[in-house]
């Protein structure tokens, strides 16, 4: 049965992620240090040969993915939007303080879309591309917490938080399930305890 491998990239910086703000699934652009990062991870991204190039429809996740695109001489196919990132409701925009813990509880934010209700829809569309580019190569530009809650939940352990333009390398096979390889550029070792 074949063997479907996956480039799982967080769009670039934007503003909001510099000043450590809540983004979820509000639009804010790159900045010009987001752009740079999609930019070098070309160079990493080169070393493999790609299939296909899919992002979340989010404008940072969107103009990552083309410029990323670009400098591998591919196009993106389409916007999935079921690669949105995970909607924090009233908390998005905010910083670390009192206002941000005033909406929090267990499992994330009030009114937020639940973490186990992000990781099912990024999981199933992560499956849904498995099946559909069945045995070829896949770049996905996303964004990071809903790389890291489907990433979870498709390995079966925690894993932390995912950074900008960097490359995680996972492969899913129909029998066997999800593998990760790499996360934040480092080789995954098999021998490391869940």
């Given at each position: 049965m ?17 000043a ?14 987001g ?10 991204l ?7 190039v ?5 404008s ?5 993915a ?7 001489g ?13 909607s924090?409701?009233p ?9 941000l813990e005033?909406l ?11 973490e186990?209700e ?12 498995a ?12 964004h990071?917490?809903l ?9 079966g352990?925690?894993?932390?938080s ?19 390889e ?13």
């Amino acid at each position: 049965m074949p063997l479907t491998t996956f480039a799982l990239v967080r769009h670039g910086q934007t503003d909001w992620n510099a000043a450590r703000r809540l983004q979820g699934s509000t639009d804010i652009p790159l900045n010009d240090v987001g752009r740079g990062q999609a930019r070098d991870a070309v160079g990493v991204l080169s070393a493999y040969e790609w299939d296909v190039v899919v992002s979340s429809p989010l404008s940072r996740a969107a103009e990552t993915a083309g410029l990323i695109a670009a400098g591998l001489g591919l196009n993106v196919e389409r916007l999935v939007p079921e690669l949105t990132e995970r909607s924090f409701g009233p908390a998005e925009g905010l910083q670390a303080g009192p206002e941000l813990e005033a909406l929090r509880v267990p499992g994330g934010f009030r009114g937020a879309e639940s973490e186990d209700e992000a990781a099912s829809r990024g999981l199933a569309a992560l499956e849904a591309l498995a099946e559909e580019f069945s045995g070829r190569r896949v770049l996905v530009v996303a964004h990071g917490t809903l790389l890291r809650v489907s990433l979870s939940r498709a390995i079966g352990r925690a894993l932390p938080s995912i950074d900008n333009a960097v490359l995680n390398l996972a492969s899913h096979h129909p029998v066997d399930g999800w593998q990760l390889e790499f996360l934040n550029g480092e080789r995954v070792m098999d021998a490391v305890p869940s």
